[in-house]
């Protein structure tokens, strides 16, 4: 059964630095993507980037990051390709959120659609 | 970026109602489209790819229509677990993004 489990509740102070991790079951993220995506109170929901395999093993793959996020945001997967991780830092009230990962899944080239989704993990920023 | 939009922002409906959801791109997405469901407090389930697949595990009584700009998401006899938020993403071009989500209440 595919399933995608998240790390717990985080709080950070302003200014830190945070991981969350996103466990995979019944797949591995050698076949499939992962997205993340995150939800502030009261909004939308925001795409912040994604990781797909590579063809050339464990530590092979690519990350695109939303322009909004990038250069303080960062996707990394383990070498067995079950835990995908993503850290964010810099972090400000703003970034206050639940932040979710969702496995993707290849439409064609780099395209990944999603199909499921983690639990969320809930970040609260606040000094 | 390819901005999304959608309407109406929310829609009271009645269990048994019919209703459909509409999504624009700003620009020619083809048939890059996904629609989301999220109840508060729930995880976010994905419903239909490609603008017309439905997800697995997904009821039939969810259809998807359109290509190119224009997009529908048609719920049929309403049940009472489908009044939600839903959303819909273009999966087209990065970054990828999602429209304002209706709410079905």
């Known amino acids: 059964q595919v399933q995608l489990v998240q790390s717990g509740a985080e709080v950070k102070k302003p200014g830190a630095s945070v991981k969350l991790s996103c466990q995979a079951s019944g797949f591995t993220f050698f076949t499939y993507g992962v997205h993340w995506v995150r939800q502030a109170p009261g909004q939308g929901l925001e795409w912040m980037g994604r990781f797909i395999p590579g063809s050339g093993g464990a530590g092979d793959g690519t990350t695109k990051y939303s322009p909004k996020f990038q250069g303080r945001f960062t996707i990394t997967r383990d070498t067995s390709a079950t835990t995908a991780y993503m850290e964010l830092n810099g972090l400000r009230s703003e970034d206050t959120a639940v932040y979710y990962c969702?496995?993707?899944?290849?439409?064609?080239?780099?395209?990944?659609?999603?199909?499921?989704w983690g639990q969320g993990t809930l970040l609260t920023v606040s000094s | 970026d390819v901005q999304m939009t959608q309407s109406p922002s929310s829609l009271s409906a009645s269990v048994g109602d019919t209703v459909t959801i509409t999504c624009r791109a700003s620009?020619?997405?083809?048939?890059?489209l996904s629609w989301f469901q999220h109840i508060p407090g729930k995880v976010p389930r994905s419903l239909m790819y490609?603008?017309?697949s439905l997800q697995t595990g997904v009821s039939p009584r969810f259809t998807g229509g359109g290509s190119g700009r224009d997009f529908t998401l048609t719920i049929a006899n309403l049940q009472p677990e489908d009044f939600a938020t839903y959303y819909c993403q273009q999966f087209a071009t990065y970054p990828l993004t999602f429209g304002p989500g209706t709410k079905v209440d």
């Open positions: 620009q020619d997405i083809r048939n890059y």
């Open positions: 969702a496995r993707g899944r290849i439409w064609f080239g780099d395209l990944y659609y999603f199909d499921s």
């Open positions: 490609a603008a017309t």
